[in-house]
T-cell receptor, first 109, second 117 residues
Framework: GIQVEQSPPDLILQEGANSTLRCNFS?????LQWFHQNPWGQLINLFY???GTKQNGRLSATTVATERYSLLYISSSQTTDSGVYFC???????????FGTGTRLTIIP | DAGVIQSPRHEVTEMGQEVTLRCKPI?????LFWYRQTMMRGLELLIY????????DSGMPEDRFSAKMPNASFSTLKIQPSEPRDSAVYFC???????????????FGEGSWLTVV
C-alpha cells in the first residue's frame, strides 16, 4: 500500500515562531488532507489539498503532487496550535484514507 | 450542522465482555469509516461502507470484530469477546463520495475511548 511519511516527528517551538511540516507519499494521490489532533483527541480537518496551495488564517498548505509531497505552514504559533498534525492520502483506485505517523507540535508560552 | 456523533465517549469493560460502539454519520454522506488509533500503530482503517454496503473490511483485526450499517444514519462496531489489546480510541468518520472520485473531505467524530481490563 501507499506509504506516508511525515517530518519532523516532534517539534517544540516558542510562541510566535513559524513552522513547516512535511508529508511525503510514495504513490500518486487524488486526495490529500491535513488534520490537527488536539490534546483532547479531536481530529479536526484543516485542509483538503490534493494539489496547489490554500490558506486559512495563520495556516497554509501546499501540495506538489508531481513530486509527491505536501507542506503545512503555521505562522505566528499559538499555544492552541499544540497537538499532532496528520497528513492523510487516498491513492487512485481505492477510497482508503491512509494516515502518516504525524508530527507532534508543542508550542511553549 | 451536527457532525459525526459517536457513543459512548468512554467505556471501561472487563476482558471477555461484548462492546458495541455506535456512530451516526453526517446527514447526506454516503460513506462511513471506522478507524482505530493506538500509540503503537497510529491511525488505521478497520472498515468502510459506501451506501451502507461494506466495501473493504481488510483492516478488521480478527473475527472478534464486526461492523454493520443497517441504514444511512447508523453504524455499529462490535467486539466480542473483548481483550485488553483492543484498548484504543475508535473513530468513526463520514464523507460524500461520488462514484470512484475520492476528492472529498472526511469528517471525524470525537472518538470512543475504550479500555479493556
Amino acid at each position: 500500500g501507499i506509504q506516508v511519511e511525515q517530518s519532523p516527528p516532534d517539534l517544540i517551538l516558542q510562541e510566535g515562531a513559524n513552522s513547516t511540516l512535511r508529508c511525503n507519499f510514495s504513490d500518486s494521490v487524488n486526495n490529500l488532507q491535513w488534520f490537527h489532533q488536539n490534546p483532547w483527541g479531536q481530529l479536526i480537518n484543516l485542509f483538503y489539498i490534493p494539489s496547489g496551495t490554500k490558506q486559512n488564517g495563520r495556516l497554509s498548505a501546499t501540495t506538489v503532487a508531481t513530486e509527491r509531497y505536501s507542506l503545512l505552514y503555521i505562522s505566528s504559533s499559538q499555544t492552541t496550535d499544540s497537538g499532532v498534525y496528520f497528513c492523510a492520502v487516498v491513492n487512485f483506485g481505492n477510497e482508503k484514507l491512509t494516515f502518516g505517523t504525524g508530527t507532534r507540535l508543542t508550542i511553549i508560552p | 450542522d451536527a457532525g459525526v456523533i459517536q457513543s459512548p465517549r468512554h467505556e471501561v469493560t472487563e476482558m471477555g465482555q461484548e462492546v458495541t460502539l455506535r456512530c451516526k454519520p453526517i446527514s447526506g454522506h454516503n460513506s462511513l469509516f471506522w478507524y482505530r488509533q493506538t500509540m503503537m500503530r497510529g491511525l488505521e482503517l478497520l472498515i468502510y461502507f459506501n451506501n451502507n454496503v461494506p466495501i473493504d473490511d481488510s483492516g478488521m483485526p480478527e473475527d472478534r470484530f464486526s461492523a454493520k450499517m443497517p441504514n444511512a444514519s447508523f453504524s455499529t462496531l462490535k467486539i466480542q469477546p473483548s481483550e485488553p489489546r483492543d484498548s484504543a480510541v475508535y473513530f468513526c468518520a463520514s464523507s460524500l463520495i461520488m462514484g470512484t472520485y475520492s476528492g472529498n473531505t472526511i469528517y471525524f467524530g470525537e472518538g470512543s475511548w475504550l479500555t479493556v481490563v
